[in-house]
């Protein structure tokens, strides 16, 4: 992993973070013509290894033909974050981040770092798709292509409200949390794990609970399933970057307040938007509707095993629909 | 309201609780021949306000024709319950109760007090349901029908992990509920309103996050309705009542460990089965081959606007459906 310094970096909100950097991540190459770079950004608890599954020779982010940017995004442990902040800025008094912060750090990374003027793609799922619509919009001269998978340009008022229930409240309700200045993250593992706890109930298709998915996983009942993934992906956590990148999920909006329709009738990349049949996080109809707010989008809906946990690739025929939607937006 | 004394009632695990009483609400009349006689068991949380909405002239529980009977369950806060039961069996000390020992209880109503032999119809919904099945599979020359409306033999995988994430989990996390020994229900509500904003996430349909369906309902967006109705609902609630309820639902079993299906295909009475689309809680596909395990049971899927939430009767439509079937189950 590589770091880009940011200086101090003055986000939306007026605080500006002493010596800011952007953890990043590469793959493949940057060619001659500077023209072969994608931009990969994160989901919520994402971290490198849950993108570069996606990331191989002869899948379709080959990094023989692509040069693959990772971009750690603000509050994610790596980049500058509650967890890796110096006083005043540690903890629970680390400022909250835009999803326009993200992007324009991002921005400076590609272009300052790498001299890149133009994007093959930028592609990403959930929080990852949030910070993809805000490329296409803020820097449409530089994104040819976007791909939203799983995704859409800001949250529903359902997945608000899971943000706010599944994310925030098991942390801030945890006496352990301290409001933010605890001595270490597994402090508030009882917060974490209760999200994992309210994860495993939002967010897998009825069919896991119903059929053999779960013991296709290796899993021998949904305790198992509970504490062995939802808690497994929770507990190695912090707590405080959780919070941030939940935050900064609550307020995206590429269209700062004003009409979405609008902003999204000025993105000029090539858009390719794919969503996962049972996604209740992202749901089909809604990504539908979006695309026919975009000049030219494709969308596509794809049936798949895990809604809304498909970008998890936990069944080969996930990966495979999530490599496919990648083909299809680098074709576009 | 009125109590039925039940003395010293012994329950299946060993304990005996002092002086415990069943209240109960009657509407109608027992006729001379005594085989008018309808149990209407109640839901987790619920009171007797939420049946009587389905009780009235001209309506499928018409009190001129049927003597209902809604009979309180232990733990709902009138029949005996932690909320009111001196120590030592106070408050957190309550000792478990099992869904048999509620429809004991009940049965001892019916033959003690009222001396009927036989029920026109044992109906409920969700723990009400659970309750049902109880009633059929244990006194089959006593239930001449039976329905389980939006309801099952015993929880799926999904609503036991929803029983211990949204009922058990807030309150026991919770400082204030002090191990079941707070000095009154109010002292626990942020733990009463996070069960709250867990059941918003899970319970209606994705089509009141995304249609005009609050605002039908009076709610000018979803932290009115998260507020004005689900915290609404359970505020009022006391915590260790809740506890109890929802740990019996936890081990309802009318098979008693053995063979459900061989359980089921014991049942004598005749038995309708109505489910509700887009149910998470009770999923029409698993009552579909409950059906098909109980002898000659007439199984329907309804469509309605609430899922799981149908028999609340927000919408006209949804309290037509849930007469709707109720009439089906009288008919059988």
Redesign the interface.
């Known amino acids: 992993m590589d770091t880009f310094e940011l200086g101090n970096f003055r986000l939306a909100n007026g605080y500006t973070i002493p010596n800011a950097r952007l953890a990043y991540t590469t793959h493949g190459t940057l060619n001659a013509t500077r023209d072969n770079a994608v931009v990969f950004p994160n989901f919520l608890g994402g971290n490198d290894a849950a993108l570069e599954m996606y990331v191989g020779e002869g899948m379709a982010l080959d990094p023989n033909k692509y040069f693959v940017i990772l971009p750690g995004q603000f509050g994610n442990g790596f980049s500058s974050s509650p967890s890796n902040t110096p006083p005043p800025f540690d903890r629970g008094a680390f400022p909250p981040i835009a999803i326009a912060d993200d992007v324009i750090a991002q921005h400076r990374l590609i272009t300052e770092h790498f001299g890149i003027e133009r994007l093959a793609l930028v592609l990403g799922w959930s929080v990852g798709a949030l910070q993809t619509y805000e490329w296409a919009a803020r820097f449409p001269d530089v994104v040819t292509r976007m791909a939203s998978i799983a995704g859409a340009p800001r949250p529903?008022?359902?997945t608000?409200?899971?943000l706010?229930?599944?994310i925030e409240?098991p942390i801030v309700?945890?006496?352990a949390w301290s409001n933010g200045f605890y001595a270490q993250a597994s402090d508030v593992q009882?917060g974490l794990r209760?999200q994992g706890?309210?994860m495993?109930?939002?967010l897998p298709p009825?069919a896991y609970?119903?059929g053999d998915l779960m013991q296709r996983l290796g899993f021998g009942s949904?305790q198992d399933f509970?504490r062995g993934f939802f808690e497994g992906f929770m507990v190695g956590q912090d707590p405080n970057n959780l919070l941030i990148q939940a935050r900064k999920a609550l307020t995206a909006d590429p269209a700062h307040g004003g009409s979405l329709p609008e902003a999204l009738g000025q993105i000029t990349a090539k858009t390719t938007i794919v969503a996962f049949t049972g996604d209740?996080m992202f749901?089909p109809?809604?990504n539908e509707l979006d695309a026919r707010n975009i000049p030219g989008a494709h969308y596509r809906e794809a049936t798949t095993i895990s809604g809304h946990l498909t970008t998890f690739g936990l069944f080969p025929e996930d990966r495979q629909a999530v490599d496919d939607a990648i083909r299809e937006a680098l074709a576009a």
Do not use: F, G, K, M
Request: aromatic content about 10%; proline content about 10%.
């Open positions: 529903s008022p359902w608000l409200h899971w706010r229930t599944v409240e309700t945890d006496p009882a209760r706890h309210c495993a109930l939002t009825l609970y119903h949904v509970v209740v749901p109809q809604d």
